[in-house]
C-alpha cells in the first residue's frame, strides 16, 4: 500500500465516522413524488409538441377530388377479395373518427394520431368522416382531398375506399389498418405447422 493509498483510506474512514449503516429493516423509498398539474401540463404540451413535429402527412395538397367522387386505394400485396369485403363495408367498424369539426391542421393531426394509436391497439377497420365539402371554400372538396392523400402516404393503411350509404357514401371512408405485432404473432402461432 502507497503512502497516499493509506492516508486516502484513513480521510475517507475518519469523514464517515458519523454515518449510521441502514439496518435490515430500513428502506430507501425511490418513488417519485407525486408530479404537479403545472408539470402534467407541461409534459403533455411538449408530448403533443413532438407529435406535430414527427406528423410527415403533406399540408399540400396537389391533386384534388370532387365532392362526390369516389376514393379508393390499396397496398400491393392485399388480396382482391379483401379489397372487396373492404369495398361492401364487410368489416366490423371498430373506430369511427370524424375530422370535420376542426380546421385542416387539426384534422391532419387527429388523422395522423388515431390511425397510429389504433394500429397500436390492434383495431383493424375504422370510419372516418371527411364530408364532401360541397361547399368548403375556396375549393370544394378539400378536406376529403386531403384525407384521400393523407391515407396513402400513412404506412399503416393497406386500403382505403368510400363507405357504402347507410355509413355516409362518398362523405366517410373505411380504412383497413396493418395488424399489430401482437396480432402478427398470434396468427404465426395459430397457423404454425405441428
Not at 167 to 178: C, F, R, T
Request: charged share 25%; glycine share 8%; aromatic share 6%.
Amino acid at each position: 500500500m502507497s503512502f497516499d493509498e493509506k492516508y486516502l483510506g484513513e480521510d475517507f474512514l475518519s469523514a464517515m465516522s458519523d454515518v449510521t449503516p441502514l439496518g435490515p429493516d430500513d428502506k430507501v423509498n425511490t418513488t417519485l413524488t407525486q408530479k404537479t398539474l403545472a408539470q402534467q401540463l407541461k409534459r403533455k404540451a411538449l408530448e403533443q409538441q413532438l407529435n406535430k413535429a414527427n406528423n410527415f402527412l403533406s399540408t399540400e395538397i396537389t391533386h384534388l377530388v370532387a365532392p362526390n367522387d369516389i376514393i379508393g386505394f390499396k397496398q400491393d400485396g392485399v388480396q382482391e377479395g379483401v379489397y372487396k369485403n373492404l369495398r361492401l363495408g364487410k368489416y366490423p367498424i371498430d373506430d369511427v373518427l370524424n375530422v370535420q369539426q376542426g380546421g385542416f391542421e387539426k384534422s391532419r393531426q387527429s388523422l395522423f394520431d388515431r390511425i397510429r394509436l389504433n394500429q397500436e391497439k390492434g383495431i383493424r377497420c375504422m370510419l372516418i368522416k371527411h364530408g364532401r365539402g360541397e361547399q368548403s371554400k375556396p375549393i370544394a372538396g378539400y378536406l376529403k382531398s386531403a384525407v384521400n392523400l393523407w391515407l396513402v402516404q400513412l404506412p399503416q393503411v393497406i386500403a382505403f375506399h368510400s363507405a357504402q350509404l347507410h355509413h355516409g357514401g362518398s362523405a366517410s371512408v373505411y380504412a383497413l389498418l396493418k395488424k399489430s405485432e401482437q396480432q402478427k404473432t398470434h396468427n404465426r402461432e395459430l397457423h404454425r405447422k405441428k
